[in-house]
């Protein structure tokens, strides 16, 4: 019956019945790699909302096991049951950097995304407090004392890791890069001006806009919320990346499962309220499900070979 409700759900003949067919029959465990208070934690908790009022029979318990860059998580992803009521939140480009540099307990190929939902920009980021107005205060300051600066980001290996290096690279500056459990608390270190700045991401300055100075962003063109940021291109370097947020499942969940949380996703990230939730918080919307995850994935773990190789990790 449930295969046949889905045939006529590819028809889009009844969209209220096609997504009872794609809502889960259990509780959602959503599993969390960072702490409470970053943008995965934030984003989960916007797609927790959207998901009870589409599927209001279930619960959506967002649960937090982080550690090591979110590489205690995602060791222990093909643990947890593959009943499609387990999904876990997954990043790029943690879960290839990480495995590159060899100091965690799982490889890229144990990570089974279904849904690519959005990414954020990356972004360079000072306390509302520094002497540091704009970018070119931040060149000259880190020209002038070379390795004095530091700058907070998410974990070792990860996307804010990989922009400190590129940034460092790009601009002929050395500053240091300080890695935190997750944005939370860097946002502790940053706020209370315990750091320099951050390489951070979008989303970050515009969470705490009265508190921190962004001074340039990874866009193709300036940001709408924040139309006084410069984008690195304006800037002189061909620099449009961030970090892209998924769910993934244990590898033994079956396709017809995965097809049916991929879809799901679809639909919460095509809600009305998401899209708005989406656009004030700095996350760019994707739309990468199980049909496009095999070219997509290809690609992205091609480039992110090739960083890290510029960064020398696995060489140590």
Same mark, same amino acid.
């Given at each position: 019956?449930?295969?046949?409700?889905?045939?006529?759900?590819?028809?889009? /003949?009844? =969209?209220?019945?096609?997504?009872?067919?794609?809502?889960?029959?259990?509780?959602?465990?959503?599993?969390? %790699?960072?702490?409470?208070?970053?943008?995965?934690?934030?984003?989960?908790?916007?797609?927790?909302?959207?998901? $009870?009022?589409?599927?209001?029979?279930?619960?959506?318990?967002?649960?937090?096991?982080?550690?090591?860059?979110?590489?205690?998580?995602?060791?222990?992803?093909?643990?947890?049951? %593959?009943?499609?009521?387990?999904? &876990?939140?997954?990043?790029?480009?943690?879960? &290839?950097?990480?495995?590159?540099?060899?100091?965690?307990?799982?490889?890229?190929?144990?990570? #089974?995304?279904?849904?690519?939902? !959005?990414?954020?920009?990356?972004?360079?980021?000072? =306390? %509302?407090? #520094?002497?540091?107005?704009?970018?070119?205060?931040?060149?000259?300051?880190? $020209?002038?004392? =070379?390795?004095?600066?530091?700058?907070?980001?998410?974990? @070792?290996? #990860?996307?804010?890791?990989?922009? !400190?290096?590129?940034?460092? *690279?790009?601009?002929? &500056?050395?500053?240091?890069?300080?890695?935190?459990?997750?944005?939370?608390?860097?946002?502790?270190?940053?706020?209370?001006?315990?750091?320099?700045?951050?390489?951070?991401?979008?989303?970050? *300055?515009?969470?705490?806009?009265?508190?921190?100075? =962004?001074?340039?962003? +990874?866009?193709? *063109?300036?940001?709408?919320?924040?139309?006084?940021?410069?984008?690195?291109?304006? /800037?002189?370097?061909?620099?449009?990346?961030?970090?892209?947020?998924?769910?993934?499942?244990?590898?033994?969940?079956?396709?017809?499962?995965?097809?049916?949380?991929?879809?799901?996703? %679809?639909? @919460?990230?095509?809600?009305?309220?998401?899209?708005?939730?989406? +656009? +004030?918080?700095?996350?760019?919307?994707?739309?990468?499900?199980?049909?496009?995850?095999? *070219?997509?994935?290809?690609?992205?773990?091609?480039?992110? &070979?090739?960083?890290? +190789?510029?960064?020398?990790?696995?060489?140590?």
């Amino acid at each position: 019956m449930r295969n046949t409700l889905m045939k006529i759900c590819l028809l889009a /003949l009844f =969209p209220a019945l096609c997504l009872a067919q794609i809502c889960p029959e259990k509780n959602l465990q959503y599993w969390q %790699a960072f702490p409470p208070g970053g943008e995965s934690d934030l984003s989960a908790r916007h797609q927790q909302g959207v998901l $009870k009022k589409k599927c209001g029979a279930i619960d959506t318990v967002v649960q937090y096991k982080a550690g090591a860059g979110g590489a205690l998580m995602w060791s222990q992803i093909n643990g947890l049951p %593959a009943d499609g009521n387990n999904i &876990v939140g997954i990043n790029l480009p943690h879960i &290839v950097f990480q495995p590159i540099e060899g100091q965690v307990q799982y490889k890229t190929a144990d990570i #089974s995304p279904v849904f690519w939902f !959005h990414y954020t920009p990356d972004l360079l980021v000072v =306390p %509302a407090s #520094s002497p540091i107005k704009n970018f070119a205060d931040f060149l000259a300051a880190a $020209k002038k004392d =070379p390795g004095k600066l530091s700058l907070g980001g998410s974990g @070792l290996n #990860s996307a804010n890791h990989a922009a !400190h290096e590129r940034l460092n *690279a790009a601009f002929g &500056v050395t500053t240091i890069y300080v890695p935190f459990k997750g944005t939370g608390d860097m946002a502790t270190a940053v706020l209370g001006a315990q750091i320099d700045g951050a390489m951070s991401y979008a989303s970050f *300055a515009l969470g705490n806009k009265t508190r921190v100075r =962004p001074l340039a962003i +990874a866009m193709d *063109a300036r940001h709408p919320l924040m139309p006084e940021v410069p984008t690195f291109k304006e /800037l002189g370097v061909n620099w449009v990346d961030g970090a892209y947020r998924g769910i993934g499942v244990p590898k033994a969940t079956p396709p017809e499962v995965r097809k049916r949380l991929s879809d799901l996703w %679809a639909n @919460l990230n095509n809600d009305p309220e998401m899209k708005e939730k989406a +656009a +004030a918080n700095g996350f760019e919307l994707v739309n990468i499900g199980v049909e496009q995850m095999d *070219a997509f994935m290809k690609e992205r773990i091609a480039l992110y &070979v090739e960083g890290a +190789a510029r960064l020398g990790l696995g060489k140590k």
